[in-house]
């Protein structure tokens, strides 16, 4: 599931409700996404799954959850809108089976976007944290770890050899968000892996840079500004479920 963000957020930085519910609060600390991924990695040596949730979105309050969501929503809005105005230039009668079953499938989801995610839901979310939280310390963590490991990136053994943040943006998701992904490097006696972990992340203006997807493993590819993905970006953890 998708999720989207249309809360008059600044140009900037994200604008926070001094009023807000904060969730597992961080502290004031306005860490650079080097320290981020610091901070990611002390967590993930010292095999902290709490850690790493208070490094994220997921161990805020939901204002935070609903900036990155806002943005996301909207930008696959955009993409799908566009895909059924490509399908609808063909006539119906001469749109094949699988097309006219896009037709109605990209119908659908557009109308989902539109109409969820008002106060009301969010709301009913707002009491899911807890075990949306608990699930991933207890599940999502742990799968992430294994494929961590199996991708041969041992924490007790490895180094953090370089933080690739030259994919920030000031405008993520095309939201005017200070973010981007940030890639970690890893040596391992001295040499470079070829496999490292990449990690989503946004500055806000109370918690400073904050994780807002779920971290992956990647193979990595030659440094610098990469083209933007035309598919749905990472969902931020353990996506709130639809009622």
């Known amino acids: 599931m998708a999720l ?3 809360l008059g957020c600044s140009k900037d930085e994200p604008t926070l409700s001094p009023s807000k519910k904060s969730g597992l609060r961080l502290s004031t600390n306005k860490r650079t996404p080097e320290d981020l991924a610091k901070a990611f990695q002390e967590s993930l040596r010292a095999n902290d799954a709490d850690k790493l949730i208070t490094l994220s979105i997921l161990g805020q ?14 930008r696959l809005l955009k993409l799908l809108e566009s895909e059924l105005a490509e399908v609808e230039k063909t006539p119906r009668k001469n749109r094949t089976v699988k097309e006219q079953a896009r037709y109605f499938t990209l119908h659908s989801e557009i109308d989902r976007i539109k109409k969820a995610y008002t106060d009301e839901y969010w709301k009913a979310q707002e009491s899911k944290l807890p075990k949306m939280r608990s699930q991933f310390a207890d599940q999502n963590y742990l799968q992430f770890v294994m494929k961590v490991n199996e991708a041969g990136i041992n924490p007790d053994q490895v180094i953090l050899g370089k933080v690739d943040v030259s994919r920030i943006t000031k405008d993520y998701l095309g939201a005017g968000l200070h973010g981007g992904t940030i890639m970690l490097h890893y040596l391992d006696n001295g040499e470079s892996l070829e496999t490292g972990i990449a990690l989503d992340c946004t500055k806000f203006t109370d918690e400073g840079w904050l994780i807002v997807g779920q971290p992956r493993v990647i193979k990595h590819t030659a440094i ?7 598919i749905k970006q990472t969902e931020p953890f353990t996506t709130p479920p639809s009622e």
Do not use: D, F
Request: hydrophobic share 40%.
């Open 224 to 230: 610098g500004p990469q083209p933007e993905a035309t």
């Open 61 to 74: 309050g939901l204002q935070n959850w609903k900036i990155i969501a806002t943005a996301q929503n909207a």
């Open 4 to 6: 989207v963000c249309v």
